[in-house]
């Protein structure tokens, strides 16, 4: 099934812990990005990457690294986790950056950091 | 700064219309996206619009006009499926979407 397949579904973390959240799509997308979601605000874009071997950083970076060593995959790494940490992330992508096809969402990862 | 405002809820019955409103002010324009996401669900891709006016698909519709800032969703002989939230999110000027909080639906019977 062509989309966005995002691991872990759910995870509770120890604060202090570092995690890598898995993101992989099978579209051949170019651009792929990395959402937070919190009650009351909207998406914010952590970081972004526009082809393979590039990367960017969104809105809300600090405390979280993103590679993208290939074009389907995008893992985004919290190196010490804490408590604000917790949030939904959404994993995304798009065949361009002003796509007009829209943007195609994983189905996220909760967060929980303790 | 950048900033999209949505009304927090509406509620509407079973059968009616509907028409949630997005106002934006962003750094440049390039295009409105409509979102709909249902409770612990990714978001799904309703509509895009770049020029003034109206596109219409099936039982959704979607306006714009950029002299105003200003769009909005139409939904049309809503069902109870229709309860969700729609966000709405702007392409600015470095091709980064912007996100409104998102207007959460409540349909009644």
């Known amino acids: 099934i062509a989309g966005i397949t995002q691991a872990p579904t759910s995870q509770i973390l120890a604060a202090g812990r570092r995690m890598t959240l898995r993101c992989t799509q099978d579209?051949?997308?170019?651009?792929m990005y990395w959402y937070r979601q919190d009650l009351g605000l909207g998406l914010r874009l952590i970081h972004y990457?526009?082809?393979?071997?590039?990367?960017g950083k969104g809105e809300v970076p600090d405390g979280y690294s993103v590679s993208r060593a290939n074009t389907d995959d995008f893992p985004l790494t919290l190196a010490s986790a804490v408590p604000s940490q917790t949030s939904v992330y959404f994993c995304?992508?798009?065949?361009?950056?002003?796509?007009?096809?829209?943007?195609?969402f994983g189905s996220g990862t909760r967060l929980t950091v303790v | 700064g950048q900033n999209i405002d949505q009304p927090t809820e509406m509620t509407a019955t079973e059968g009616a219309i509907v028409q949630i409103n997005c106002t934006y002010q962003?750094?440049?324009?390039?295009?409105l996206f409509w979102y709909q996401q249902h409770a612990g669900e990714a978001p799904t891709f309703l509509s895009y619009?770049?020029l003034d006016g109206l596109e219409e698909k099936g039982r959704f519709s979607s306006f714009l006009s950029r002299s105003k800032g200003y769009s909005y969703l139409l939904l049309k002989e809503l069902q109870m499926k229709d309860s969700a939230s729609y966000l709405c999110?702007?392409?600015?000027?470095?091709?980064?979407?912007?996100w409104g909080a998102g207007t959460k639906l409540i349909i009644k019977p």
């Open positions: 962003t750094s440049g324009f390039n295009g």
């Open positions: 999110a702007v392409v600015d000027s470095n091709y980064q979407l912007i």
């Open positions: 579209m051949r997308h170019n651009a």
């Open positions: 990457s526009n082809t393979a071997g590039t990367t």
């Open positions: 995304a992508s798009s065949d361009s950056q002003d796509a007009p096809g829209g943007y195609t």
């Open positions: 619009n770049v």
